[in-house]
């Protein structure tokens, strides 16, 4: 048994899964910057928890990123395709707005004009979810299948620095040095993704039936090539999807997942500030130890994918997210209790750093390689519809209850999602059980 599990660790060594460790962080670093992170910032301004749930808005380009990733799938850009590559062109592009983005949030003022944050918010976001598209498919391109776990859970794990640094390390700058020299160093560290996919090769990923534009067989000029192009970048990897078995319900399963994390992740700092945790609490818990339980969660949802299956592994994973939903309520119970927020965070995170891994090796699963970045912000998107839009009431919710029935709902929330895993098992493939 331990030489078998020693076997299945070692596919972390592989250096294009360790690549994707660099390429996470840069994915995880925006997200709290316009999410958890900015709902402290916007509770210390005096922005009610009702309109800080409408905040959850500011990520929906999160959930309409396929809207966009045709292009990004297809089109070359001028200087930088010719200089890096497809991919990566599309990602240092990315990264360098990104940059841009996040040095206008952090100089917008809450208290002054809430408008403007909630502009530079959406910017961020809008980068971010492009820079995820390209990022997707640079992963699973580079990747076997063999390695999809593993690579879901390096992604992860990046990631989880990411979030780690712009939750914690923002937290402690904004305690000493205040928010607009957090976002500063939050803008600086994108750098890291920056230097990783500057020193990346390209990978050589099969293209859709099309011919490259320019080759021998290029499509008919004018009207006919723009129409040959949307039916080949926009059209073709939909009409792919939709000829999966279940595809229905696999993609109001992808929405559903998450569900109940969603809704009670919105409402979490503002949460953690009322019943008396201070922002160093909250870093060092929350952030800091929480870390490290996602990390671990997430390393043993790569090896429970490799040793159980994608499915079994989902299964598991989504019931102790639920599970990890009814400490939150024991919490609010309870009060600010150090020691039990230790216990809940450490269970929150492990369990979500297992669902996510399994996820995300869920989706890659479901891409075609010639359709990888336009397929995957497919589904990804509906990931963040519901960790946006279906999530955004959750501050309205928090109004209108006690924090204690606020968790319990969020408990419940995440049965549609474990009874649709139920019924998809039943006649998956058996590659994925």
């Known amino acids: 048994m331990k030489t078998r599990l020693l076997e299945a660790a070692k596919i972390y060594g592989d250096t294009r899964v360790l690549r994707l460790l660099f390429l996470g962080f840069a994915s995880g670093l925006p997200l709290l910057l316009t999410?958890?992170?900015?709902?402290?910032?916007?509770?210390?301004?005096?922005?009610?928890?009702?309109?800080?749930?409408?905040?959850?808005?500011?990520?929906?380009?999160?959930?309409?990123?396929?809207?966009?990733?045709?292009?990004?799938?297809?089109?070359?850009?001028?200087?930088?395709?010719?200089?890096?590559?497809?991919?990566?062109?599309?990602?240092?592009?990315?990264?360098?707005?990104?940059?841009?983005s996040l040095l206008g949030l952090?100089?917008?003022?809450?208290?002054?004009?809430?408008?403007?944050?909630?502009?530079?918010?959406?910017?961020?976001?809008?980068?971010?979810?492009?820079?995820?598209?390209?990022?997707?498919?640079?992963?699973?391109?580079?990747?076997?299948?063999?390695?999809?776990?593993?690579?879901?859970?390096?992604?992860?794990?990046?990631?989880?620095?990411?979030?780690?640094?712009?939750?914690?390390?923002?937290l402690y700058l904004a305690t000493y040095f205040g928010w607009a020299a957090a976002y500063l160093a939050m803008a600086a560290l994108v750098a890291v993704g920056l230097v990783t996919i500057l020193l990346a090769p390209e990978p050589g990923a099969p293209e859709p039936g099309a011919p490259e534009p320019g080759g021998a067989a290029a499509a008919p000029q004018g009207s006919g090539r723009v129409l040959a192009w949307f039916q080949d970048a926009v059209l073709a990897p939909f009409q792919d999807f939709l000829t999966r078995p279940q595809w229905g319900m696999i993609l109001l399963f992808v929405v559903l997942y998450k569900f109940g994390d969603s809704l009670a992740g919105v409402m979490a700092n503002p949460f953690y500030l009322e019943i008396g945790f201070t922002k160093v609490e909250i870093a060092n818990v929350s952030k800091l130890f929480g870390l490290g339980a996602t990390l671990l969660g997430a390393l043993a949802g790569g090896i429970l994918v490799a040793r159980t299956g994608i499915l079994q592994s989902l299964l598991i994973a989504g019931v102790l997210?639920?599970?990890?939903?009814?400490?939150?309520?024991?919490?609010?119970?309870?009060?600010?209790?150090?020691?039990?927020?230790?216990?809940?965070?450490?269970?929150?995170?492990?369990a979500g750093g297992m669902g996510t891994t399994a996820f995300v090796a869920y989706l890659s699963s479901l891409c075609h390689l010639a359709y990888t970045a336009t397929q995957y912000a497919l589904l990804s998107s509906l990931m963040s519809f519901g960790r946006t839009l279906l999530a955004s009431p959750g501050g309205w919710l928090a109004d209108q209850t006690d924090w204690i029935s606020f968790f319990l709902l969020t408990t419940a929330a995440a049965l549609p999602g474990l009874v649709l895993l139920l019924w998809i098992r039943r006649t998956a493939p058996s590659a994925l059980e």
């Open 321 to 350: 997210q639920m599970a990890s939903n009814g400490m939150f309520a024991l919490q609010a119970l309870v009060g600010s209790d150090l020691g039990l927020l230790f216990a809940t965070i450490g269970f929150e995170n492990f």
């Open 106 to 170: 952090g100089f917008a003022d809450p208290a002054r004009d809430v408008g403007m944050v909630a502009v530079w918010a959406f910017v961020v976001a809008f980068c971010s979810a492009s820079q995820d598209v390209v990022v997707d498919a640079y992963r699973v391109e580079i990747l076997e299948e063999r390695l999809y776990g593993a690579g879901a859970a390096t992604l992860v794990f990046g990631y989880r620095v990411g979030l780690l640094v712009a939750g914690a390390g923002a």
């Open 35 to 100: 999410a958890s992170t900015l709902a402290v910032r916007l509770t210390e301004s005096g922005v009610t928890k009702t309109a800080i749930g409408i905040f959850a808005l500011v990520g929906l380009p999160y959930a309409f990123k396929f809207l966009w990733a045709p292009a990004i799938d297809r089109l070359a850009l001028p200087f930088f395709t010719r200089a890096l590559g497809r991919r990566r062109g599309w990602i240092v592009l990315t990264q360098l707005c990104l940059i841009l």
